[in-house]
């Protein structure tokens, strides 16, 4: 059945929003275990732990409210012709202005952590992160003028409505923005940090492994939130083209974007990547030629050919209660 009307839609999108919300309780469980794993009393550690939280409530929150609303329009007023499309064009009702704060707030935390993972990653650089920064300022201020426009939504249905879609329009292009720009920023760095690590013998010498591309490509799309980027894409043409599906993608997006945040969290933590919480890991690879003559005795070999010394020297500093701690691990191959 095509979805028509706005009631339609709003169902159609809670029933999604559920089930993708319970998805989201299974990983958040996971992204907890895994902090509580990973607890310190940093403030990087403190930040992640209170977002994560925070943007859980909301999202429960939004996914109660919308469920209530659906309950409330299909059972009310039954006697009244259309009357689940007339509740669910109203704005400035109770219901409305709860799904409308929870929505902006959970974008809002969550942009901010797309700016802070971006700081990480790019070694705490207030230069490149200037612009997302500048673009979350903005992204504040356009969620406030949101909520602004459905306080003073008039009676009047049409005005009301334009009124709250044009404001929401900034709102989304605004984050679309942010995020984009972060996506961009983090998805280069890591992919220069993964090539910068990508193995210089292949798996049929000792200490090898072969060179998973797949795998990589694949961590750079969950870790530069690409999947969120791609959503608001797709939200801000259904919007622009004046489909029904907008309002379905509309009410299914937060889960969506907690789902995001604790899989970043949780993939980070595992890469050899600048995690989450400010560890960084480099890996660097050395390549080193010697003529055999010059390392005869020391390599105890007389064979022709050169020498070649592979050093792979993986440097890991992770900082927990004011305790650095530093591995090397090395290892010799001779090619002739």
């Not at 999108?13 to 310190?40: C, N, P, Q, W």
């Not at 329009?73 to 109203?90: K, L, S, V």
């Not at 249905?157 to 404001?167: E, H, K, M, S, Y």
């Amino acid at each position: 059945m095509a979805v028509t009307n706005s009631a339609q839609a709003n169902m159609v999108g809670t029933i999604i929003e559920l089930l993708v919300m319970g998805a989201y309780t299974v990983i958040f469980i996971d992204h907890m275990k895994i902090m509580y794993r990973r607890r310190s009393t940093s403030i990087p550690y403190i930040y992640l732990l209170c977002t994560s939280i925070i943007i859980f409530l909301l999202c429960c929150m939004h996914a109660i409210t919308d469920a209530w609303r659906i309950y409330t329009g299909f059972t009310t007023h039954m006697d009244t012709p259309n009357a689940p499309d007339a509740f669910f064009n109203q704005n400035n009702i109770w219901d409305s202005w709860i799904r409308t704060t929870t929505f902006n707030v959970i974008t809002v935390v969550s942009d901010l952590f797309f700016v802070f993972r971006a700081w990480v990653v790019w070694n705490r650089s207030y230069l490149v992160c200037a612009i997302p920064f500048l673009l979350f300022l903005a992204d504040v201020a356009t969620a406030i003028y949101v909520l602004w426009a459905l306080g003073n939504s008039s009676d009047n249905p049409a005005f009301a409505g334009l009124l709250v879609a044009n404001a929401s329009k900034y709102f989304f292009a605004i984050t679309l923005a942010l995020t984009l720009v972060c996506t961009i920023l983090i998805a280069y760095k890591l992919w220069s940090v993964q090539r910068s690590v990508r193995p210089t013998l292949s798996s049929g010498y000792t200490g090898g492994y072969a060179y998973n591309r797949l795998s990589q490509i694949a961590t750079i799309i969950f870790e530069s939130a690409a999947i969120y980027s791609t959503l608001l894409i797709v939200l801000i043409i259904t919007d622009a083209r004046g489909i029904e599906g907008f309002f379905v993608l509309l009410t299914m997006i937060p889960p969506f974007i907690g789902i995001v945040f604790s899989s970043i969290i949780v993939r980070s933590m595992n890469s050899p990547t600048p995690d989450v919480l400010g560890n960084t890991t480099t890996s660097t690879a050395r390549l080193r030629t010697r003529n055999w003559e010059a390392d005869e005795t020391a390599y105890g070999r007389t064979s022709e050919g050169m020498q070649i010394r592979l050093e792979t020297i993986t440097e890991t500093d992770t900082s927990r209660d004011n305790e650095e701690i530093k591995t090397s691990k090395y290892s010799d191959h001779d090619i002739v």
